[in-house]
């Protein structure tokens, strides 16, 4: 009987020793269930197609379902809040644009829940689509430097289009005429229709997105002038800065975040497979194809371009009497 205690208190001491021995007992690894990506805007826009491609690929390298869900709403705000007070422990992520962590913020404080620098924690940049300069094919300027030359001998007579007051158009346009001493007429479009406004004859020239003009490009209605980023399928197409100026132009990107503050561990497993899936070749011919630029940044990289952009927001903003 003593002989037959002892054994059985040798085999409780085993059980109870591999259980304290082994880590997050009761629990399984990062992830275990599904990781909700939240897209401020709404179904179909760009932001919602590029993030469905890079769900799928995520799903794959972490072995768990990536569910998609807009919520639109207050210029991306509405969205980007709900992750913010959303629970810290990575099943619940941000796939935002920059109008959702620099634009709102700089232009319209008033009606932006969060602090985008504080509140999030970036996981790294996805890609970014380049802005540009159009004319109609049949217009008389056949480059920028022609473009500009009229504008500083006729100020003001040509009509550019943008998405609106306070967008990143906008804000390139007035760098634009700041660097090179050209001014325009602004004439601001919403929903972002400054493009078919320019098909159309309404103004002169738009500065607007490429995904948007690609198919006017390809079919020879439209005909763009400069870039404020180098795109592989535009290589004679320049940027502002290899025309001889220091100052580059603003360009829109995607990237990820998660609330602040996720279990460090949780974060690790993030950013790995974030920088796994953007890089990966397939995934990334498939996105260029559409327009963008992919190019993946790190969290560090990509806190220094936010904090940059809204600088360079707000420097705007206070120059043409909008901020303070």
Request: glycine letters at 8%; aromatic letters at 8%; a positive charge.
């Amino acid at each position: 009987m003593k002989h037959r205690s002892f054994i059985g208190i040798l085999m409780v001491a085993a059980c109870a020793y591999n259980f304290l021995a082994s880590p997050c007992v009761g629990a399984q690894a990062y992830p275990n269930r599904p990781i909700q990506l939240i897209i401020p805007n709404s179904a179909g826009s760009a932001l919602d197609t590029v993030s469905r491609l890079l769900a799928e690929e995520l799903g794959k390298i972490l072995g768990t379902q990536i569910v998609v869900l807009n919520k639109p709403g207050a210029s991306a705000t509405l969205g980007t809040d709900l992750v913010v007070k959303s629970k810290k422990d990575g099943y619940t992520l941000l796939y935002a644009n920059t109008s959702a962590v620099v634009y709102a913020k700089a232009t319209t404080p008033e009606i932006v829940p969060y602090d985008p620098v504080k509140d999030l924690e970036p996981l790294g940049l996805h890609c970014f689509f380049a802005l540009g300069t159009f004319v109609q094919e049949g217009s008389p300027w056949k480059t920028i430097n022609e473009l500009l030359d009229y504008g500083k001998k006729n100020p003001e007579k040509l009509r550019v289009g943008t998405p609106g007051v306070g967008s990143i158009n906008h804000f390139n346009l007035e760098i634009l005429q700041f660097l090179t001493g050209a001014r325009f007429t602004h004439v601001p479009f919403k929903g972002g229709q400054s493009h078919v406004a320019l098909l159309g004859g309404h103004v002169e020239v738009a500065d607007t997105n490429i995904p948007l003009c690609l198919p006017h490009i390809d079919s020879g209605k439209l005909r763009i002038l400069l870039l404020s980023k180098k795109m592989q399928g535009f290589p004679n197409v320049p940027t502002i800065t290899e025309l001889g100026y220091k100052h580059d132009l603003l360009s829109a990107w995607f990237a990820l975040y998660a609330p602040i503050n996720i279990p460090e561990e949780v974060r690790k497993v993030l950013v790995s497979a974030i920088e796994k899936g953007i890089k990966d070749p397939e995934l990334k011919s498939k996105i260029e194809k559409q327009g963008y630029i992919v190019d993946y940044k790190t969290p560090d990289e990509l806190k220094k371009i936010m904090t940059a952009d809204f600088e360079t927001a707000r420097a705007i903003m206070v120059r043409i009497g909008m901020g303070k």
